[in-house]
């Protein structure tokens, strides 16, 4: 290859990892928070430990000028889960939004998923830090003017704390959006 020379793996064996790129390399990428347009890209049933059934969704985050920006996980289901609030359990929300959405309301799963398949659908998406074992909790993730991470979310990066992408509400994709 063309501007690279042989070098012997013991010239190199030796090396270790900076200890301070080490949180960098393995902190999952995430996308700030806002409005994006979601591309269906896989789905899997699953059942969690609580015995709730559920679609595992892999979707595609792009800009309102469809540039890709991430990946996204979330779950969806069609059964009626609730907090212990009362309130939709967030899986249930997601998929009665999603079949709005994509015009399939009171169709059964593989329907909504095979609408899904052809539909880009709108996705508010939240970026949101969570604590390191033993702490717990969350924190908002908060950005400079320049869309850079604040001192205050670096800090707590540095103290372990790791980002996470969440799907809060879905729709169908607002034009000019």
């Known amino acids: 290859m063309p501007g690279l020379t042989d070098l012997s793996i013991s010239d190199i064996a030796a090396q270790v ?35 709730q059934q559920s679609v595992h969704l892999t979707v ?4 309102t000028e469809n540039e890709r920006r991430g990946t996204l996980f979330f779950d969806v289901t069609p ?5 212990e609030d009362g309130r939709l359990h967030k899986m249930t929300a997601l998929f009665g939004q999603l079949s709005k959405a994509v015009n399939r309301v009171g169709e059964d799963v593989e329907k909504v998923l095979s609408a899904f398949e052809e539909t880009l659908i709108q996705g508010y998406v939240t970026e949101t830090l969570r604590g390191p074992e033993g702490i717990g909790g969350y924190e908002k993730v908060a950005y ?5 991470y604040s001192e205050k979310t670096l800090a707590l990066l540095d ?7 969440y799907v809060q509400s879905i729709s169908k994709v607002k034009e000019g959006a």
């Not at 996308?31 to 789905?43: A, D, M, Q, V």
């Not at 400079?144 to 850079?148: A, K, L, R, S, V």
Request: glycine content about 10%; charged content about 30%; overall charge neutral.
């Open 17 to 51: 990892l900076d200890p301070s790129a080490y949180e960098e390399a393995v902190r999952p990428r995430t996308i700030p928070t806002g409005s994006y347009r979601l591309r269906h890209r896989e789905h899997k049933g699953q059942v969690n430990d609580a015995g």
């Open 60 to 63: 595609e985050a792009l800009s």
């Open 79 to 83: 059964n009626i889960y609730r907090r």
């Open 144 to 148: 400079t003017d320049d869309g850079g």
């Open 159 to 165: 103290e372990g704390w790791v980002p996470k992408n």
